[in-house]
């Protein structure tokens, strides 16, 4: 019998990163899978994108917004016939209220724990020591309760993921400008953790299709490469033979002095835990790495 996926965020780079990992586990192991696409538009042309990663992918329509088109999805199959659910929330955008996402996170983990799901994976964001919890705010906030309120469910077999920086913001016009603010906002020597979402994908993937109860209750942060913004450019310029695009300095600063969510941006020193990734397995092998702020 197949087992079922319902991956919340199906249509985003995380959802989409998994779903293609998930298809090519599929077509190499003995284990099948069915994957329920959750898509609050299925005709729409992102949704029907998704067939083409797998053909047999099933387009969910529901709406996170409207918690009873969700419990329809899992009243309709019963008890325990969803076997995992994957959620990547929609980031409500730079600066805005995130009451709507807190109430998504806590409406699908409780429908997973109600509905007796055998691995949920919430994708949360890595920001080094739960010590510093209390300063969070807006859409960071709303993440830090969601997994609070995950980890109250003690029933609930959950893995808590924690990426780091998506190299994907840097690519396309707000890239540009992105790259700019952290290289004229951020300490010179201070390191960015860095995660490309394919290897969101990759770990997601590992773990809902592994028995190993090592994945249960935890927290896995995921980062693919530390650097300085310095660093980061050089990589880019060593990759790609051209420059990483970006937007004259003077103006990066200027957006930094405007904008409030953007002038209180620093990191935090911190130690990691960094897992190596390598293809067709995840190590989840413990390595420290402290990371200066100066």
Excluded: C
Excluded at 115 to 134: A, C, K, N, P, T
Excluded at 171 to 177: A, M
Excluded at 238 to 249: D, K, M, V
Excluded at 260 to 284: A, C
């Amino acid at each position: 019998m197949s087992r079922r996926i319902l991956v919340v965020g199906a249509t985003g780079k995380q959802g989409r990163a998994l779903i293609s990992h998930l298809s090519t586990s599929a077509s190499t192991s003995s284990e099948s899978f069915q994957i329920l696409a959750l898509t609050r538009n299925p005709s729409s042309q992102a949704a029907q994108s998704l067939t083409l990663i797998n053909q047999s992918i099933s387009l969910i329509k529901g709406d996170l917004n409207d918690p009873s088109s969700i419990r329809k999805i899992f009243e309709s199959r019963g008890k325990r016939s969803i076997y995992g659910v994957f959620v990547a929330l929609q980031f409500p955008g730079l600066g805005a209220n995130a009451d709507a996402e807190l109430i998504q996170g806590i409406t699908i983990a409780d429908l997973a724990n109600e509905f007796q799901v055998q691995r949920f994976i919430f994708s949360s964001l890595e920001r080094g020591s739960e010590s510093y919890d209390q300063h969070l705010t807006l859409d960071r906030a709303s993440k830090r309760d969601i997994e609070r309120h995950i980890i109250s469910l003690p029933s609930l077999p959950w893995t808590i993921l924690r990426p780091g920086f998506f190299m994907e913001n840097l690519s396309g016009t707000l890239g540009r400008i992105t790259t700019s603010v952290l290289v004229a906002g951020l300490n010179p020597s201070t390191q960015i953790p860095l995660v490309a979402v394919d290897d969101i994908g990759r770990v997601s993937s590992q773990i809902l299709t592994s028995s190993s109860p090592k994945y249960t209750h935890a927290k896995i942060p995921i980062i693919s490469s530390l650097r300085t913004p310095s660093q980061m450019l050089q990589s880019h310029l060593s990759a790609t033979s051209t420059p990483q695009p970006s937007i004259p300095l003077f103006l990066a600063r200027l957006l930094i002095y405007l904008n409030t969510h953007t002038k209180n941006l620093y990191v935090l020193p911190f130690p990691y835990f960094l897992i190596s990734l390598f293809p067709g397995s995840v190590h989840l092998s413990i390595r420290w790495t402290r990371l200066t702020s100066g």
